[in-house]
């Protein structure tokens, strides 16, 4: 007599595999949109100031115009993912970088009218701005539909990866590019990294629209609103090392000032590598304590570095804490919506990162230009410092009332 045999079942270690590929296969995309961005952080600081001629300030408003473009288009990057579906949404993203590319490119032409210039290099980032909305969004929307909703945590940190990641490698490329052959050579290899996404992602499978009930954006984003807040907070310490770091190092007379941000992608990196359950254990709420606890003391680290080495430990100390800031309380800000809200969510949330990075750069220009580059790092220590007793305060709410109370 014969007996069947069950079906081989799939160990829970193959699945996580699998899962993570199909989520490694997407994030990609984000990984070529914030390699972009990174070749210009460290090069573009020194171009407004030393080849076109301006202050602290419009060099600080060149970088955060970006994010202010990244602000204004979250709304239609969430509205696009949940109606026109996630890939498409990539591929428009991709497309923007690749046109931010060209614009940089002539900005470098436009050297000898350094008016001109500044203004197309504002062409340049806003544009670019767009990109990174639409890549950034699409893209978690895009691993969540591949993997499941009850994955949306590891999406969002593999998203966060690939977006640390691909800063840390391109800021020394970047300055090596720039180096080597100029600033003109950013906007070129800018156009084909975007082209070579955009053709890579063509290729791969889209995932459903998520149907049911949506709603009004006004709505989603009053519900986030305090997670966007606590995370605006903290990332003004990304915003101040990303903007000024390079200037900091140069009023110290200090060399090899892309290596802090490099210093800084790879502790995000290896953070959200190592604890890459933490969230799932403890709670959203908790994990933001203790991240906003860690960056508050490399930013203080960096506010007191009489040495590049102290500097550097306060860039890692840094991008250690920031690390899980934003799933921690994305995870908790998007599970207020219903599953066809994801995407206004997700983009709502994300507005704080962008207005925090918008504000930043003039506030910081204009910090560092009466105080010195060092007090910027203090003002943003200072920030994660609220943004601690904000989590401290959701924490409470949501322990007490449940995540309704968490979204007062």
Not at 169 to 189: S, T
């Amino acid at each position: 007599m014969s007996v069947a045999c069950p079906p081989p079942v799939a160990s829970p270690d193959s699945t996580d595999r699998a899962s993570t590929l199909r989520i490694v296969t997407i994030v990609f995309y984000t990984f070529v949109c914030y390699l972009i961005i990174g070749l210009a952080l460290p090069v573009l600081p020194g171009f407004v100031t030393d080849d076109l001629g301006f202050g602290s300030v419009l060099a600080g408003a060149a970088i955060s115009v970006q994010y202010a473009a990244t602000l204004m288009s979250r709304p239609h990057a969430g509205r696009s993912a949940d109606t026109r579906g996630a890939k498409r949404t990539v591929l428009i993203g991709l497309a923007a970088c690749g046109a931010s590319g060209a614009l940089l490119l002539a900005a470098t032409v436009c050297t000898p009218w350094p008016t001109v210039s500044l203004v197309v290099l504002a062409a340049a980032r806003l544009v670019l701005g767009f990109g990174e909305s639409f890549v950034g969004t699409g893209a978690i929307l895009w691993g969540i539909g591949r993997v499941g909703a009850h994955n949306s945590a590891r999406v969002i940190s593999w998203n966060g990866i690939a977006t640390y990641g691909a800063v840390a490698i391109g800021a020394p490329a970047g300055a090596l590019l720039a180096r080597a052959f100029g600033p003109w050579a950013l906007g070129a290899v800018t156009m084909a990294l975007a082209g070579l996404g955009y053709t890579l992602a063509r290729h791969v499978t889209a995932v459903p629209l998520v149907h049911g009930e949506r709603m009004g954006y006004a709505s989603v984003f009053r519900r986030v609103l305090p997670h966007g807040i606590g995370l605006a907070l903290g990332t003004a310490g990304f915003g101040s090392i990303a903007t000024f770091i390079a200037l900091y190092y140069a009023a110290r007379g200090w060399q090899h000032a892309a290596l802090a941000l490099t210093v800084f992608g790879t502790l995000f990196v290896g953070a959200r590598l190592v604890f890459a359950n933490a969230i799932s254990v403890y709670g959203g709420f908790r994990v933001a304590i203790a991240s906003f606890s860690f960056e508050c003391a490399g930013l203080l680290l960096l506010w007191l570095a009489t040495e590049p080495h102290m500097a550097l430990a306060g860039a890692a100390l840094t991008g250690f804490g920031f690390a899980l800031v934003f799933p921690a309380l994305g995870v908790e800000a998007v599970g207020l919506v219903p599953p066809a809200s994801r995407g206004a969510a997700l983009s709502a949330y994300s507005v704080f990162f962008d207005l925090s990075l918008g504000i930043m750069g003039p506030l910081a220009g204009y910090v560092a230009g009466a105080f010195g580059y060092a007090s910027v790092f203090f003002v943003a220590a200072l920030a994660a410092a609220v943004a601690a007793v904000l989590s401290v305060s959701l924490y409470l709410r949501h322990t007490r009332g449940g995540p309704a109370a968490a979204a007062l």
